[in-house]
């Protein structure tokens, strides 16, 4: 019994902070990023991962009912920008972010809801460590449809620069 009363905090604790991730995300979003916020997209837990949940609302849709570019393309920086934004803001580092520069390649029109993924986020947070000077990050963003499937694949080119004191 007392090994089970201590797996249940253990397990509350974990809830409690994914749920103070998704509550940033949305305070994020809606004070910083309102298109983001009225596109619908969310952040969501897959196998202990981060990503970022894009639903096929109509708002989100294209003539064609697919899912339009521009909420696809928000969707994507979003995952690549918030797991570091989130570490930068939560251990108070001197840091600045900038996404310069971006590439896809998508395979297939996605006709459901989306998931954004970063496949190596240990890495890029790793990245956060040692000096900042003018640092350059290259951040790798997948796009699963509701099977599972990769549809598509994003790469940013970012900078982090130390802010002035």
């Not at 910083?32 to 952040?43: A, E, M, R």
């Not at 109509?58 to 969707?75: D, E």
């Not at 900038?98 to 896809?104: Q, Y």
Request: hydrophobic letters at 45%; aromatic letters at 12%.
């Amino acid at each position: 019994m007392i090994k089970f009363k201590a797996f249940r905090n253990q397990l509350n604790k974990r809830n409690a902070m994914l749920e103070f991730r998704k509550a940033q995300f949305q305070m994020f979003c809606l004070l910083k990023q309102p298109t983001v916020f009225l596109l619908g997209i969310s952040l969501a837990y897959r196998d202990e991962k981060v990503c970022i949940k894009l639903p096929f609302h109509k708002r989100n849709q294209n003539y064609l009912r697919q899912m339009a570019f521009a909420p696809i393309l928000a969707g994507a920086e979003c995952a690549a920008a918030f797991p570091l934004l989130s570490e930068i803001y939560l251990n108070k580092l001197p840091v600045k972010f900038m996404i310069k520069s971006g590439g896809f390649d998508i395979s297939r029109p996605l006709k459901s809801n989306g998931i954004f993924m970063v496949p190596n986020i240990e890495d890029v947070k790793s990245e956060l460590e040692g000096r900042w000077r003018n640092k350059s990050l290259e951040i790798p963003v997948d796009l699963y449809d509701h099977e599972n499937n990769v549809i598509g694949r994003f790469k940013f080119d970012a900078v982090l620069k130390q802010r002035a004191a």
